[in-house]
């Protein structure tokens, strides 16, 4: 069965650093999203991404967060200059079609920022 | 008022029982539901979508009360496997890529 993959599985970065997480989609989909989920608290959007641009980004997806897909199958996502609050769980997913159709998560980057 | 809502928990429940798991959500806009079950340090996992006449499959079924803004899921016949947390997800109509998240109930099935 076809997966998301997402790469490093853990990343560690001092604070300032800047950090870039990986994601490759499942190959025919067509929306992209990444998500955070910090240490016992709730799964929260951070962005979606359709056709080569966002299409909806969240309060906490600010200035220094950035989503590319360089070459048409890796997904990722920058975070310019990490804080410490910044540590987190971080998922990539995707769906053929938005809305209604089942997102397909990987397996997550934990991200600690020190 | 949270956007989705759900029960505290956690559920300590014996093995066989039967679990019900409540949630609300805020807008009535909202238009897709779903369920989704996370492993502990494991991705989220779609179990059901949710649908306006409620669905069955196998042991877990899942119900939308639009007129209410709830929806729930029962888990028959509970069984070890089943210890994750249940998490409730609603989209938003004309905004389909505004994807929220419960903070999920904790279920632990007790042997």
């Known amino acids: 069965e076809p997966e998301v993959t997402q790469t490093p599985s853990h990343q560690v970065t001092q604070m300032g650093q800047e950090v870039i997480l990986r994601c490759v989609p499942i190959s025919n989909h067509l929306y992209f999203y990444w998500y955070r989920q910090i240490l016992g608290q709730k799964v929260e959007f951070l962005v979606s991404?359709?056709?080569?641009?966002?299409?909806?980004k969240s309060e906490i997806f600010d200035d220094q967060f950035s989503v590319e897909r360089p070459d048409g199958s890796n997904f990722t996502l920058k975070i310019r200059s990490t804080k410490l609050e910044d540590s987190a769980m971080y998922f990539c997913?995707?769906?053929?079609?938005?809305?209604?159709?089942?997102?397909?998560f990987g397996p997550g980057t934990r991200l600690t920022v020190l | 008022r949270k956007e989705v809502e759900q029960d505290p928990g956690p559920f300590n429940v014996p093995e066989g029982a039967t679990v019900a798991f409540n949630c609300t959500y805020s807008?009535?806009?909202?238009?897709?539901f779903f369920w989704y079950r996370q492993d502990c340090r494991k991705e989220p996992k779609l179990l059901m979508s949710v649908y306006s006449s409620g669905n069955e499959d196998g042991r877990f079924t899942a119900q939308l009360n639009r007129a209410s803004q709830y929806i729930s899921l029962l888990i028959r016949d509970s069984k070890l496997s089943d210890s994750a947390t249940y998490l409730c997800?609603?989209?938003?109509?004309?905004?389909?890529?505004?994807?929220?998240f419960g903070k999920g109930t904790r279920l632990h099935i007790l042997p």
């Open positions: 991404f359709y056709n080569n641009e966002i299409s909806e």
């Open positions: 807008n009535s806009a909202s238009q897709s």
């Open positions: 997913a995707s769906t053929n079609r938005a809305g209604t159709d089942t997102q397909y």
């Open positions: 997800v609603v989209t938003l109509m004309n905004r389909d890529d505004k994807i929220i």
